[in-house]
């Protein structure tokens, strides 16, 4: 187990103080052993809350505001057991609030025992630029007596949000006993960013999962929430579980979600050689493969990916690109197997390709390579 967090921890805090440590561009963990997301600006003692009422739960990132293209994940709970969330938005603290205009897709929802907990994700957030704290609300059809919100802010994941890009599954369960919370295993790529995050209505002390990092642990008079985090290294399922240490009955709910990481270059690693023929003649197969910062081929990115002509060349007149123009990714790799161009290229002069991840905004130009004359 990775340490007990027992009730006397946090019994009258809203959220650790330690955690603040951890906030700012500078601080967190970073594992570059395969071009893992980075920890970049997340929420500290001021960034989570709990004891909210009402029909709006909303908190600010004051430590320290997400950057342009972040990933922001946002887990509110509540006492009651319906889905009360009409929308979750965000918006600059100003008088009154500006909407932002991110879009927040719900993971998961879960509910038992009389709480209820949902986690939220916006990828590629636009940011606040303009000196005031970037808060996210939860606009509820119902009033809550109790609520609260976990906010963390992510650099270095994959910014299109989907199942092709994630994994996501919950679990709930009780006990009156030292009892397992365990929301389930999901499939990872390598340098993947694994959230996990548990709610009980005990306020009992708990373990942790085994190798994941503390995000932070939140009470008050009747939930108690606690959210963890590990970027995964290797291609394998990951299954967190907590425990839970109740003495009487109580409940608990869990979840876990993956966010891929983002590759941070393209390459051309089959470049256009020369093709004896203007259209229908076509180039050779050439080859667009989405990396890390390590130079590692990123598996897990299956965007689309454009291909255009760059440098123009044409002898006769400028010549226009045909064929298959946009192909997703596969495992990282687009293939472009039908390209020609109508022009034979200027003599001493030749053409490059430009091909464009419009999801990660990467771009990348050929080497020259020449069109023969008819």
């Known amino acids: 187990m990775s340490g007990r967090t027992r009730l006397a921890e946090f019994i009258g805090v809203a959220f650790l103080a330690a ?3 951890a906030c700012g561009d500078s601080a967190g963990p970073i594992n570059r052993s395969s071009g893992s997301p980075r920890f970049d600006v997340t929420w500290n ?11 709006l739960i909303i908190k600010g990132f004051d430590g320290g505001n997400p950057r342009q293209g972040d990933a922001i994940v946002a887990t509110f709970v509540w006492l009651g057991s319906t889905d009360i969330i009409d929308s979750v938005t965000d918006v600059e603290t100003t008088t009154p609030f500006t909407p932002i205009g991110n879009t927040f897709h719900r993971v998961e929802y879960v509910t038992a025992g009389g709480i209820s907990m949902a986690t939220y994700v916006a990828t590629n957030v636009k940011g606040v630029t303009d000196g ?3 808060a996210v609300r939860a606009d509820l059809s119902q009033s809550v007596t109790d609520g609260g919100v976990i906010l963390s802010s992510w650099h270095g994941v994959y910014p299109t949000y989907g199942q092709a890009q994630g994994a996501h599954v919950s679990a709930t369960g009780s006990g009156s006993t030292p009892t397992a919370a365990a929301p389930g295993s999901i ?5 993947a960013f694994v959230y996990g995050v548990t709610l009980s209505n005990a306020l009992v002390g708990m373990d942790r999962p085994s190798g994941f990092v503390n995000l932070g642990t939140g009470s008050d008079a009747s939930m108690v929430v606690d959210a963890d985090y590990v970027l995964s290294a290797t291609t394998s399922p990951v299954a967190p579980q907590w425990t839970w240490f109740f003495n009487s009955p109580s409940t608990w709910l869990a979840s876990v979600i993956a966010l891929n990481e983002a590759p941070t270059t393209l390459a051309f690693t089959v470049q256009p050689s020369t093709s004896p023929l203007p259209c229908p003649s076509t180039i050779p ?3 667009v493969t989405a990396l ?3 130079g590692n081929t990123v598996t897990a990115f299956n965007g689309p990916v454009t291909m255009s002509i760059g440098h123009q060349a044409g002898m006769l007149a400028p010549g226009k690109l045909s064929g298959t123009l946009t192909v997703a990714a596969v495992n990282g790799v687009a293939r472009f197997s039908n390209l020609c161009i109508d022009q034979p290229s200027a003599p001493g002069d030749g053409y ?3 091909a464009i991840a419009p999801d990660v905004n990467l771009n990348v130009e050929s080497a020259r390579f ?3 004359v008819l």
Do not use: C, E, M, W
């Open 19 to 21: 955690f603040a440590a």
């Open 45 to 55: 003692s001021a960034n989570g809350t709990l004891g909210a009422s009402g029909n």
């Open 132 to 134: 005031y704290v970037h």
């Open 187 to 191: 499939p990872v790529s390598p340098g």
């Open 285 to 287: 197969t050439v080859q």
């Open 292 to 294: 890390d910062d390590k």
């Open 352 to 354: 490059t390709l430009r």
């Open 370 to 372: 020449s069109i023969g």
